[in-house]
């Protein structure tokens, strides 16, 4: 019977747990060192977000571009640690100083290892490559005959007038569905959800790239509008659904509104609107604060409780923008489905973003509020909407508060009804 050698058995583990650590800290220093060197922003961007299905979880750009942002911050720290984790790796292979002393000639003659891997490697390559020529010529010659289906159906024993009936219905059919697998460019007029930076028709990929949309959410399908320096002569949305008004849709992470119309809290810019029409909505409640105006008109909603305080002033007048040969045209949308809409001023600091006109119609949002503030208005005119949720009074639903003011207001036929949200996909309760 062989006899059981535990030193022998032991040293064999010790040598694998051994190998097994150079690798994780020669691969692991190597990437931290291309890593740091490359700074693959660009690269992850592509990639990003990756989906770990098995453990629910979910690697987001951010999440990942912040160690990327660190490994830039201490550079040469970086590489520092990254080539010693490498000689760290490296060094515990040492065993003896004979081992030591052979290190040198290892490295003279490691050419010479690398060209016979290298051919071993190239020998290896042209046989599979041969094989697969051997396999193409045959390929080849079975396509030569499939491809020809007219041949092949009178090979089949099908008269002619058979064989062409088929072929043409097979014609067709292609054809349409050639026709039904068109890809649909995203614009603000195809209703895609994305960020744009008004007054271009097509999302702004700087801007979505800067936060990272779909990149920490890959679910987020938020209708954004970033307003610049560039006045727009009309923005229109209308007959969409947000928020949870339709089956299998939720908020963003965090946010509370699913429409959200504002200026820059705590600067200098501000929304400024010749016109601002909120009419046949739906929403959970609706709140107005900060707003200046001329004029305010709400007239004909119903609310779950009514609120709304008319502070006069007299210090806007009733504005409308101009903007010349470089003024915007038009964004609009009509019809579509969105977990948000969101309207603002973006990065600017000082200076108003400027919209002669601002259309929203026939939008039924649940599972979020809608709010309006930080915005200069010509004429606010909300109308015909629904607000409500809770079937409860006494909780004011449709709030303006005493921050919106204007010189002129027109509040007529609002009643209060007990109401709650529509449920998906969308139905409007009477």
């Known amino acids: 019977m062989k006899k059981f050698n535990l030193k022998s058995k032991l040293k064999n583990l010790a040598n694998g747990f051994l190998g097994l650590f ?88 490691s050419p010479i290892t690398l060209y016979q891997d290298v051919k071993n490697f190239r020998d290896w390559l042209f046989e599979k490559i041969e094989y697969l020529n051997g396999e193409s010529v045959k390929w080849r010659r079975f396509f030569s005959v499939m491809k020809s289906p007219y041949s092949l159906l009178r090979a089949m024993g099908l008269n002619p007038q058979m064989a062409i009936g088929l072929l043409v219905a097979g014609g067709t059919a292609s054809t349409a569905v050639a026709v039904n697998e068109l890809v649909i460019e995203r614009s603000f007029a195809n209703g895609s959800p994305g960020i744009y930076a008004a007054p271009s028709e097509f999302p702004d990929e700087t801007l979505e790239r800067e936060m990272a949309w779909r990149k920490d959410n890959p679910q987020d399908n938020t209708l954004r509008i970033v307003l610049g320096t560039t006045p727009v002569e009309e923005i229109n949305i209308s007959n969409v659904s947000i928020g949870t008004a339709y089956t299998g849709s939720a908020l963003p992470s965090g946010k509370a509104e699913a429409i959200l119309i504002e200026g820059k809290s705590g600067q200098d810019a501000r929304l400024e609107i010749g016109e601002l029409m909120f009419d046949r909505n739906t929403c959970k409640t609706l709140t107005l604060s900060d707003v200046k105006a001329h004029k305010i008109v709400i007239q004909d909603n119903i609310a779950d409780g009514l609120s709304i305080a008319q502070t006069l002033t007299s ?93 002129i207001w027109e509040v007529n036929n609002n009643l209060e009804v007990l109401l709650s949200e529509p449920t998906p996909p969308g139905q409007v309760s009477p």
Not at 368 to 393: E, K, Y
Request: aromatic share 10%.
């Open 22 to 109: 150079t690798f994780l800290t020669v691969v692991g220093g190597a990437l931290g060192l291309a890593t740091t060197i490359i700074h693959p922003v660009d690269l992850w961007w592509r990639f990003a977000p990756i989906e770990v299905v098995y453990f629910n979880y979910i690697i987001t750009y951010s999440m990942v571009l912040g160690y990327l942002e660190y490994l830039q911050e201490y550079y040469y720290y970086s590489i520092g640690a990254s080539v010693g984790t490498i000689l760290l790796g490296l060094a515990v292979q040492i065993r003896s100083i004979a081992g030591l002393k052979k290190v040198p000639m290892a490295i003279v003659r």
């Open 315 to 407: 210090t806007l007048r009733n504005l409308r923008v101009s903007g010349g040969n470089f003024m915007a045209d038009l964004l609009q949308t009509e019809g579509g489905t969105y977990d948000r809409i969101w309207l603002d001023t973006g990065i600017l600091t000082s200076g108003n973003a400027k919209i002669n006109k601002l259309e929203l119609s026939n939008i039924v949002s649940t599972g979020g509020t809608c709010v309006i503030r930080q915005a200069d208005i010509g004429v606010l005119t909300i109308q015909f909407s629904q607000i409500g949720h809770d079937s409860n009074l006494a909780t004011k639903e449709f709030t303006v508060q005493s921050s919106t003011v204007a010189s």
